[in-house]
């Protein structure tokens, strides 16, 4: 009988909060906060991918960039190597940077547009102290090669290269500080359809080949269907659903994950999908609804979702719902 390998987890996130202070129209109006990420838990396993979703605004990217603190986190704990990064100092989070990289969106204003790749490169080995000196100019030929571009490459500027080219060097600069985690911030969804197959296709060689672990943001269902091993879905700065892939695009347990489901094109045309329309508009973040935050366009919200908040449960194993009704609504 073969046992189960026990996952490793790489990343804890317990109870992360991200609250954006509101500009006052007058001094005698209350503060009010926009609640971008509002008290989430969730673990990333070593080597895995977990890909976040859901709807512009729910609090996807803003999750990515409080983890590495790029925002302050307004409370909560992200647990890494034994340490609580929101309680590090500027100098100690600069000394585990290394470990925890990120991608961006747009390639093109994530590299500085006067500097060469060289330069680009060699300032974030220099930085982290990740290569000798003597030693940058080997490793940087070899970033390149492992992300397809010519050595040629490192005396150009940004503005020469394609997009596809820029994130090339975008992930190469990543892999320049041999990272733990890579966060990667909708980092195909500015590209072309055919290039971001290429990118998605590179980032799992080089997973397999560095043992990277990745938290892959995007709301493209059909990007996260081919590099996900975990899904995480977010509904308004909460998390929804949690699961295997797998569980998730086969058995969706929430109602808000079942409508994003419902609305991925099918490759078979014979095959009509049923879409389910959800009415309405996403609430305000400022003021985000009592209870469920998705009951206002929920079409099976009863009294009880409009005053408790679901909390997020294991339904099935290994597969975490946040609803007061999934186990009628799985049946």
Do not use: W
Not at 113 to 123: A, D, G, H, N
Not at 199 to 205: C, G, R, S, T
Not at 280 to 305: K, L, Y
Not at 307 to 324: G, I, K, M, W, Y
């Amino acid at each position: 009988m073969k046992i189960a390998e026990e996952k490793k987890v790489l990343l804890e996130v317990a109870n992360l909060k991200q609250y954006f202070s509101v500009k006052k129209d007058s001094i005698f109006k209350p503060k009010t906060y926009v609640k971008a990420v509002d008290d989430i838990s969730f673990v990333v396993n070593e080597g895995e991918t977990l890909s976040i979703v859901g709807e512009s605004g729910c609090g996807k990217s803003t999750t990515g960039r409080s983890i590495l603190k790029l925002d302050e986190p307004t409370g909560g704990k992200v647990i890494y190597a034994g340490r609580n990064l929101v309680d590090l100092s500027r100098k100690e989070m600069r000394d585990l940077r290394g470990d925890l990289q990120v991608i961006f969106q747009d390639p093109f204003a994530s590299l500085n547009p006067r500097q060469t790749i060289k330069q680009i490169l060699t300032e974030a080995m220099t930085i982290q102290q990740s290569v000798p000196k003597p030693l940058q100019k080997d490793r940087m030929a070899e970033l390149l090669n492992l992300v397809g571009l010519p050595t040629e490459a490192l005396n150009r500027y940004p503005h020469e290269f394609s997009g596809g080219q820029r994130q090339r060097i975008g992930i190469a600069r990543a892999l320049a500080v041999d990272p733990k985690l890579i966060i990667c911030d909708e980092a195909v969804s500015a590209l072309d359809v055919s290039i971001q197959a290429q990118i998605l296709n590179l980032l799992k060689k080089l997973q397999k080949q560095f043992q990277l672990t990745f938290l892959f943001i995007s709301h493209d269902l059909s990007v996260v269907r081919h590099i996900s091993d975990r899904v995480m879905v977010m509904y308004l700065g909460k998390i929804v659903e949690i699961s295997d892939k797998k569980d998730l695009f086969d058995n969706p347990l929430h109602p808000y994950t079942k409508a994003l489901l419902s609305s991925i094109p099918a490759t078979n045309p014979s095959i009509k999908n049923e879409r389910i329309l959800l009415k309405g508009d996403v609430p305000s973040p400022i003021n985000p609804p009592s209870g469920c935050r998705f009951h206002t366009r929920c079409p099976f919200a009863a009294d009880r979702c409009k005053t408790e908040e679901p909390a997020l449960r294991e339904l099935e194993p290994d597969h975490f719902v946040s609803c007061h009704f999934a186990e009628e609504l799985a049946q």
